[in-house]
């Protein structure tokens, strides 16, 4: 499975993004699709995932003020980011579990608010 994520950038404090995301390759088996994110010297973090039943689940930190969500037709995951915060600075990445729930992972795409 190959990822390709689009949609990081610049914006203020207060501000919305959306990130989007488009797995190719053997998208048969797609078990969960979401994101994670990581700053220097940290872990990548889970921001939020959706399964293929559509059940969703994210870090307390963004709790009402992101959203993910899916395409399966088109084997898309999209965030919705709002009310962006500068502790939401990070390279925010693309996440696909795959059968036997293998991860496969996206380039990465930056996010930057300023305050």
């Known amino acids: 499975v190959q990822l390709q994520a689009s949609g990081g950038g610049l914006v203020r404090s207060g501000g919305s993004l959306r990130l989007s995301c488009v797995a190719s390759?053997?998208?048969?088996?797609?078990?969960?699709m979401g994101w994670y994110r990581q700053v220097p010297g940290a872990q990548r973090e889970l921001v939020a995932v959706?399964?293929?039943?559509?059940?969703?689940n994210y870090a307390d930190s963004v709790k009402g003020r992101f959203t993910v969500s899916r395409d399966a037709a088109k084997n898309m995951v999209f965030l919705q980011m709002n009310n962006l915060k500068p502790e939401d600075t990070a390279v925010y990445y693309c996440?696909?579990?795959?059968?036997?729930?293998?991860?496969?992972w996206g380039q990465g795409t930056l996010v930057t608010v300023s305050s």
């Open positions: 996440n696909v579990k795959g059968e036997y729930f293998v991860d496969y």
């Open positions: 959706v399964t293929k039943i559509d059940a969703t």
């Open positions: 390759g053997d998208t048969r088996n797609i078990n969960v």
